[in-house]
DNA sequence: ACGTTTGGGCCAAACGATTGGGTAGAGTGA
DNA sequence: TCACTCTACCCAATCGTTTGGCCCAAACGT
């Protein structure tokens, strides 16, 4: 089972524009238009027959053009670099899989890489990315705090952001502040007075939005939340957990926690049993983004749904638009309410 | 906010290889050998303070080569293309998180695609990562049934398999088999005789060496499960659902459910549930991977730990033997199994 | 019959880096 | 002094494409 230490036979009868010119007579660069498409340079290029030729042979050989080379020549790799900030997060994850499946549609490659929210990683990713010539960029971890995206931008490098906004970048993300709106609106609506927040990092826009949706739907309701009742945390179900057992320790327990992420909520789930509390019975608790697993849960979650898998879809889209040269303007995608068995009436 | 319609700051001043040598008054070629380390070479190539001078120039003009050219001339591209399922199974998100990380401590560059354990789509965009001319492969979707990965063999093209395993081409997986039989052992000692299993898809070998692990085990203990408890599902939480819905409708109810994947158990948790039953009192739920989220449930997973991130990092590795000529040995990483709420002594 | 168009190509210069050969001059040994 | 070896470079071909020109012959208009 030993390995070829060379890979001669896999390189040596790659078929190449000189092979196919050779076998057919005619010249490269006559090749070259031909297979290029474009119609009125195929045909202005050659004869039927000779296309016709050209194309079998091409066919036989199953030619793939170079990218290197037509990088190489037209300056333009194909390529496009995607920033998030772990993979891991099924929402991102589930974002890339529409960047993914978009760029190919487009013949775009992409590359992605976890920062961590890092800064440093995020600037070191990036300039991996740049280094390699990406065409563009999308980044699904922009940072209110550290506007890294401001030098890009001001380095003329074509780029939009995804999930999170910042500045006015051309953004594609979920409209969250209508979302958290909409949460408050079913917690109103259940009688809850009495609510917490775990809102998530306070560089994300998704977070924030979230929570200033919310919070302004219930100061419209003529119940302002108090600030210690609103607590940022992290998105992951650990940062919910905490979080979420801090808000539940105050003097009055909240009877509804809202947390900006599934995951942070199913922390929060965690909490709430762990003080020896049901979920949906004594405290409702409230999700963001509807990942698949949250309907399935023991107790499953009342959650708003994000598009998450069109919103990478759109990003792309809307970075072709800006490596065109035409310019972008944001999106945001409309979420709603999904209501399960975790959040219910007002118990008191 | 007009964008600039062509990049020409972006790509005018990028230094070349050129750009330096005019400014140090030498042949490009030196300069080439100067910046392109390997000692040896770099020292052959100039004097002490030319090579100094050069290096202070290249530093200057943070110049970095275009890797087009030199894949162009190279003929090899430092690009590794990877194939999962889908990436929006953390499973399979962070296992890419482990590529990803260690391929770019190597200087490689990943792409990664779905393939939604579609043979078609395999396929396809294994030719896709070809025409881009990569280096070289990694599977995470490798099928018992359909076997591609045959096919990439034979055409010479240097791969490794991850996570699944199949025919005898270098892999790196975890020892599903002794999983299983920690799952076995576990219930075992709970008292447990009548169990099901929901054994994922028969086409991976994940599912199928974690099950067949249980089966062996419960076999030696002289309790054979019955071939109508062990049934095959998808790995996400709407197969788990379903199947252990089923399983749990047999005239003998088993008291006990092992799913092969965190998710299908979590999908298995809501149709106990639906059933009327209580995970963790009625009946047991174990899991396979130990996903972040599954000490954070309502009721708490108890599930075996798989390495995830780690056969990321091992695949790249002996990627990176394959491509050096080495051959290279399969592995299986060890797992560990930890036991939470979900399960507990047999209540009958 | 003669200029002009057009169909059907060919030519060659890039793009940026790598690499197997030179080669001029300085230093060395005999 | 001569042959020789380093040292420190330079030369040029090459990787596979793209693309602005150029060119020849046939057809066409008048």
């Keep these: ?21 050779e076998r057919a007579g005619v010249h490269v660069s006559t090749v070259s238009r031909v297979l290029n498409g474009s119609e009125s340079e195929g045909s202005r290029a050659a004869g039927a027959s000779t296309i016709a030729r050209i194309r079998d042979i091409a066919g036989a050989l199953d030619y793939t053009p170079d990218p290197n080379a037509t990088s190489l020549r037209t300056q333009r790799t194909h390529l496009l670099g995607v920033l998030v900030p772990r993979l891991s997060d099924i929402v991102l994850a589930t974002i890339y899989e529409g960047v993914e499946e978009t760029a190919a ?45 401001d030098d890009v931008a001001a380095r003329g490098i074509p780029f939009v952001l995804v999930s999170r906004h910042v500045g006015d970048h051309p953004a594609v993300t979920c409209d969250d502040y209508a979302g958290g709106r909409l949460v408050a ?23 924030v939005d979230r929570s200033a949706g919310f919070l302004d739907r219930y100061r419209e309701a003529g ?24 808000l539940l320790t105050g003097r009055e327990r909240p009877t509804a926690l809202f947390a900006v992420n599934d995951f942070a909520a199913i922390g929060a789930m965690g909490a709430v049993r762990e003080s020896g509390l049901r979920v949906g019975k004594d405290v409702s608790v409230v999700g963001f983004n509807d990942v698949p697993l949250a309907r399935e849960l023991p107790v499953p ?30 999106e945001r995608l409309v979420p709603s309410l999904h209501a399960r068995a975790s959040s219910a009436r007002a118990a008191d």
Tied chains: 1, 2.
């Excluded at 009868?13 to 196919?20: D, E, K, S, V, W």
């Excluded at 600037?123 to 990406?134: F, W």
């Excluded at 939340?225 to 057992?245: I, L």
Aim: aromatic share 4%; net charge neutral.
């Design 105 to 149: 549609l487009h013949r775009y490659y992409t590359f992605v890489a976890n920062t961590r929210d890092d800064p440093a990683e995020q600037r070191a990713r990036t300039e991996m990315m740049l280094s390699r010539r990406v065409d563009g960029l999308i980044f699904g971890d922009a940072r209110s705090d550290v506007r890294y995206v």
């Design 185 to 207: 609106e079913h917690l109103l609506a259940l009688g809850h007075e009495r609510v917490g927040v775990i809102a998530g990092e306070p560089y994300a826009s998704t977070g």
């Design 223 to 246: 119940l302002e939340v108090p600030p210690d009742r609103v607590a940022h945390s992290r998105f992951d179900t650990a940062g919910g957990h905490e979080t979420g057992a801090r």
């Design 1 to 21: 089972m030993e390995h070829p230490p060379d890979r001669t036979n896999q390189t040596s009868h790659r078929a190449t524009l000189r092979t196919i010119a």
């Design 301 to 330: 979650l009342t959650t708003v749904r994000s598009p998450m898998h069109k919103m990478g879809q759109r990003s792309v889209e809307l970075l072709m638009q800006v490596l065109a040269g035409q310019d972008a303007a944001p």
